[in-house]
């Protein structure tokens, strides 16, 4: 069955950084766009970065832009790497996969992982 795994999230102070991971398994990524998500308690799922099918665009959320880099490898597994986290970045990071393109910010996907928890303490 085909699933995308996260990893990476745990708590950290703020201004520290951590790199989620995002793993396709029974699929290959390099085929899809994938977007990362994250959604805080009570609150509604929010876009945060997108990246196309071979790296070339790249988009990001106003609230992470020079703070959040996504990036993919070639071992079927994308990044999202977070630098100087602050305490409103908490909440549960979420990646996911489509083929059909759409805004980077809609969120209709093939795959969604079941997420990873990113806590930053002030």
């Known amino acids: 069955q085909a699933q995308l795994v996260e990893s990476g999230g745990r708590s950290v102070q703020a201004g520290e950084s951590l790199r989620l991971s995002c793993t396709g398994s029974?699929?290959?990524?390099?085929?899809?766009?994938m977007g990362w998500f994250r959604q805080a308690p009570g609150n509604e799922r929010w876009f945060v970065a997108h990246?196309?099918?071979?790296?070339?665009?790249v988009y990001y959320a106003d609230s992470v832009k020079g703070r959040f880099t996504i990036s993919r490898d070639a071992k079927n597994t994308v990044f999202l790497q977070m630098n100087n986290l602050k305490p409103e970045d908490t909440a549960v990071y979420y990646c996911a996969a489509r083929k059909a393109p759409r805004p980077p910010t809609v969120y209709e996907f093939d795959y969604r992982g079941q997420g990873t928890q990113v806590i930053v303490s002030s």
């Open positions: 029974g699929l290959t990524l390099g085929n899809y766009d």
């Open positions: 990246i196309t099918s071979r790296g070339k665009n």
